[in-house]
T-cell receptor, first 115, second 114 residues
């Protein structure tokens, strides 16, 4: 069975600084996708960034980037130049390739950006 | 282009009652998945519907059932409600052969069971 672990229940960062959120996962499969979702107090789950397991290059989306270490089964999210609007719950999620259901989520990290 | 919509926003029920939650997928999507998110937890997969059939199911009892209509909208039904069913219920839609396996989420329905 696949599992996703987020070991940091809460984190805080000063505005304009950089923060890294950790995620590890466990699977015996080789074809899968990884995601970071953001869930602000409004509850809407928003996709931040995705990574295909077959790609060695780390994904980047503006201020958000990942450090994907496939052998270590690690998938961390780096947020640069943190903004107040980044305050939210962040969830790491996994899905097997070819599977349209069954996103597996971690328990989340609550990120607070302080002015 | 409307995103995923869900109704109602909030719902309060008592133990033993039945509830129906509704979801309309993003335009062009025909696959709908439902998730339960308990307070302080990550979402847990309930089931997925495609072509009006339940295609995958997570570890949830038969009290949880669903339906998909020809217009791809979906309902989640929960019978004999328990206190532990109190949660945020999220609907997500996707394309059946998406290259990115991305799912788009609605704002959720907050269910409180008293």
């Amino acid at each position: 069975a696949q599992t996703v672990t987020q070991s940091q229940p809460e984190m805080s960062v000063q505005e304009a600084e950089t923060v890294t959120l950790s995620c590890t996962y466990d699977t015996s499969e080789s074809n899968y996708y990884l995601f970071w979702y953001k869930q602000p107090p409004s509850r809407q789950m928003i996709l931040v960034i995705r990574q295909e397991a077959y790609k060695q290059q780390n994904a980047t989306e503006n201020r958000f980037s990942v450090n994907f270490q496939k052998a270590a089964k690690s998938f961390s999210l780096k947020i640069s130049d943190s903004q107040l609007g980044d305050t939210a719950m962040y969830f790491c999620a996994f899905i097997l390739g070819g599977s349209q259901g069954n996103l597996i989520f971690g328990k989340g990290t609550k990120l607070s950006v302080k002015p | 282009d409307a995103g995923v919509t869900q109704s109602p926003t909030h719902l309060i029920k008592t133990r033993g009652q039945q509830v129906t939650l509704r979801c309309s997928p993003k335009s062009g999507h025909d696959t709908v998945s439902w998730y339960q998110q308990a307070l302080g937890q990550g979402p847990q997969f309930i089931f997925q519907y495609y072509e009006e059939e339940e295609r995958q199911r997570g570890n949830f009892p038969d009290r949880f059932s669903g339906h998909q209509f020809p217009n791809y909208s979906s309902e989640l039904n929960v019978n004999a409600l328990l206190l532990g069913d109190s949660a945020l219920y999220l609907c997500a839609s996707s394309l059946p052969r998406s290259m990115t396996n991305e799912q788009f989420f609605g704002p959720g329905t907050r269910l409180t069971v008293l």
